[in-house]
């Protein structure tokens, strides 16, 4: 059984940096995508960064280029989220899930993502 556990959410001020980890278990195979997730509350879950394996292709959301940043340990193990120059806006619940077997049309598409994480919250605030 797959599992995703996330780590690094926190309290922090506007233009403040934090790193979320989701450590991964359970993989049998070399053909997937890990994704990031937010949600805010009261809003829609919304695909902010992806990693594909195994050619480590990225993909982001239009909005959070140049801010935010995925990549990944060299076992594949952890995926990591940097996130720099947070907003209020950035507020959120923030999950990571998989996908097996994903083309790229599908890589910020929800609901093919089988396994989730249970989040990690990120504040900004002043």
């Known amino acids: 059984q797959a599992q995703l556990v996330e780590s690094g959410g926190g309290l922090v001020q506007p233009g403040g940096s934090l790193r979320l980890s989701c450590a991964t278990s359970?993989?049998?195979?070399?053909?997937?995508?890990v994704a990031w997730f937010r949600q805010a509350p009261g809003g829609e879950r919304e695909f902010v960064a992806a990693i594909r394996r195994p050619n480590g292709a990225t993909y982001y959301r239009d909005s959070l280029k140049g801010r935010f940043t995925v990549s990944r340990d060299s076992a594949w193990n952890t995926i990591f989220l940097q996130m720099n120059n947070l907003k209020p806006d950035d507020t959120a619940l923030y999950y990571c899930?998989?996908?097996?077997?994903?083309?790229?049309?599908?890589?910020?598409?929800?609901?093919?993502?089988?396994?989730w994480g249970q989040g990690t919250q990120v504040t900004v605030s002043s």
């Open positions: 899930a998989r996908q097996l077997n994903p083309i790229v049309s599908t890589i910020r598409t929800k609901d093919r993502y089988i396994y």
């Open positions: 359970g993989v049998t195979s070399n053909s997937y995508a």
